[in-house]
Structure formats: C-alpha cells, structure tokens
C-alpha cells in the first residue's frame, strides 16, 4: 500500500487548504482512514476519520471546519480545511487500515492505522 499526501501549503488565519491523498493497492470492502496531524513539540492528534461506509467523525477542535471525504473510484482521501487557525498548524498525514470498527479519532490509540503517508505541512499564519 502506498500513500501520499498533497495540498498542504500556507495560508492566513481564517482562509482554507484542501489536502488530497492518493491511495494504491488498498483493497479492503471494510477499512477506516483519516487524517492526523502533529505539531512541533506536539503528541500526534487524529482530527477526521470516515469508514468504508461513508460514516465520518472529528475531534471537537475542527468540528464544524474540517470536512474528510472519500473518492472511491480513484482511491482519493480529502480533507477541506476551512475557517484555519494558528493552532491548526502541523504537519499532516493521511493513515488507513482494514476493518471499520471503532473508526473514530478517540479510538486510534486502541485501534491504529497501519498505513500512513509522508505528511505534508500546514502552515497558518495570523
């Protein structure tokens, strides 16, 4: 399985990014990806995850601003990020693994992905 992230960039507090990721050889009917990020100095934080089903959850820090979806069809991960603030600056990656239990960004420390991309930087300036 190979991923890779794309999108990330700098943008003024209040402006938008959309990060894609582009997945191959991933072929579970059932799995859980989404999107984590870690800041400088900072414990790894999952924000957005969505399962097979389409079914999607947030950390309460983007919620309302952050929107995950998935193109099947071309093994695409999105992640809208709208609203950015200072804090919302990290490096971020795109993770996945099979099976779409517990899919939820609470839940990955009990239930990790096996799967992660290279990260790509998010910088908001205020």
């Known amino acids: 399985v190979q991923r890779m992230e794309s999108g990330g960039g700098s943008v003024q507090a209040g402006g938008s990014l959309r990060l894609s990721c582009a997945a191959s050889g991933f072929t579970d009917n059932e799995y859980c990806m989404g999107w984590v990020r870690q800041a400088a100095g900072k414990e790894r934080e999952a924000v957005a995850t969505?399962?097979?089903?389409?079914?999607?959850t947030y950390v309460d820090s983007v919620k309302g601003r952050f929107t995950v979806s998935k193109d099947n069809a071309n093994n695409l991960l999105w992640l809208l990020m709208s609203s950015l603030k200072a804090e919302d600056t990290a490096d971020y990656y795109c993770?996945?693994?099979?099976?779409?239990?517990?899919?939820?960004?609470?839940?990955?420390?009990?239930?990790?992905?096996?799967?992660w991309g290279k990260g790509t930087p998010v910088i908001i300036s205020s």
């Open positions: 969505i399962d097979s089903d389409g079914s999607t």
């Open positions: 993770a996945a693994r099979g099976g779409s239990s517990w899919c939820r960004p609470s839940a990955l420390y009990w239930y990790p992905m096996d799967f």
